[in-house]
């Protein structure tokens, strides 16, 4: 991995009292994992049901390394247009539903599971939980919860064991994010990126526009967004993270950020390789249309990986034209251990982050009140 940067502050790298971090000394049992994607490699079709970190990390590897042709689906709704649509399109013969929640007591992770139970399950949850209750009761397979908080559990069997269903390398996923985690408390590029935005923070950039040019990395987006906000998104501090896929984003986003209020700062994502290329072909016939300044011939030939990277050259270069804060995150390619190593730099960027901010970067203490309310609604429910 790469960090590139351009009209940043002059950054106050302060020494760091780091915390005590239980996803860095975890390591999964590759064994178990093997028994259990041995025992439910066999279904085609998986769906995953829970919120939040729990679902996020699965979610992010498997989204950018593939589900092995298997259809991999994600609940985190209790939409019931959705839900019916799921169950209309995989039938319970050939469909493993696999829930996931270390509580165990999210109301509407529980309330989808019970549309599910004439299928297969396999269910992550701690000990002791509603869901525990749930799967002993269904004679279901469970698999241990460890006692990590959701987002930060993207190396654990919480996230690798659907990973390995769609045949993905997890001990190569695991080994890059070790590679990683090693640099703890050593200088690396997520402490660089870190310090960046909480000093563009300091100076009054709040919003961070975050376009993702790769759709395989885009997959991240939603665990990178959570890592953020759960984690120094609290006691009045923290920024908003603003994730979309590129080049799709400069048709919408890049008016506010180029042209808006002058308080966002860019985070762009993109890989040095992508895992596939193709030159373009204009036929012969189409070459002589004019476009622009020239004409299509100005195409022909031209490897699609090119044709990304002038993308995100044109954004970031206006950018440094109007003076906006920005950071360019690079991967190497999109493989197993570089995947990991990009799991790990979230996951100890959102530490370090809540750090500068002097906030806790495990809690979420404004995300149970709501939880609360919508209980209460339920049980007011007049049957």
Request: with cysteine; aromatic share 10%; glycine share 6%.
């Amino acid at each position: 991995m790469r960090i590139d940067f351009a009209n940043i502050p002059e950054i106050n790298g302060q020494h760091l009292v780091l915390p005590d971090a239980p996803f860095l000394s975890y390591h999964p049992n590759f064994s178990k994992i093997k028994h259990y994607q041995k025992e439910f490699g066999v279904y085609d079709n998986i769906i995953l049901v829970g919120h939040g970190g729990s679902v996020n990390s699965a979610k992010a590897i498997i989204g950018a390394l593939g589900s092995g042709g298997k259809h991999v689906e994600f609940l985190s709704t209790v939409d019931p247009d959705f839900i019916a649509a799921l169950k209309k399109k995989f039938s319970a013969e050939n469909t493993l539903v696999i829930a996931i929640s270390k509580s165990g007591k999210t109301v509407t992770q529980l309330e989808a599971l019970l549309h599910f139970t004439d299928y297969k399950w396999l269910v992550i949850t701690e000990k002791d939980t509603p869901l525990e209750q749930m799967a002993m009761q269904k004679k279901a397979e469970i698999v241990r919860h460890p006692h990590i908080g959701g987002r930060y559990v993207g190396i654990t069997e919480v996230a690798l064991v659907p990973a390995a269903l769609c045949g993905i390398d997890v001990e190569s996923v695991y080994e890059g994010a070790r590679q990683m985690y090693e640099q703890y408390a050593q200088d690396n590029i997520a402490l660089q990126a870190a310090h960046i935005f909480y000093q563009l923070e300091e100076n009054g950039f709040v919003d961070v526009f975050m376009p993702f040019y790769s759709s395989e990395l885009f997959a991240f987006s939603d665990l990178a967004v959570q890592l953020c906000h759960e984690s120094f998104g609290k006691d009045g501090k923290g920024q908003t993270y603003l994730a979309a896929q590129a080049p799709e984003s400069q048709h919408h986003t890049n008016q506010r950020f180029l042209g808006g209020r002058k308080n966002i700062a860019g985070l762009f994502i993109q890989t040095d390789a992508f895992n596939s290329d193709a030159d373009t072909k204009v036929p012969a016939a189409m070459q002589g249309i004019e476009i622009n300044d020239s004409r299509m011939f100005a195409l022909n030939n031209i490897p699609l990986s090119y044709a990304m990277e002038a993308e995100f050259k044109g954004t970031w270069e206006d950018a440094k034209i109007h003076a906006i804060p920005i950071v360019g995150l690079a991967v190497k390619s999109i493989q197993p251990k570089e995947i990991g190593k990009f799991m790990a730099f979230w996951q100890i960027f959102a530490v370090y982050s809540s750090v500068l901010r002097k906030v806790n970067p495990f809690d979420q203490p404004e995300v149970e009140n709501s939880k609360a309310i919508s209980w209460a609604r339920r049980k007011d429910f007049k049957r």
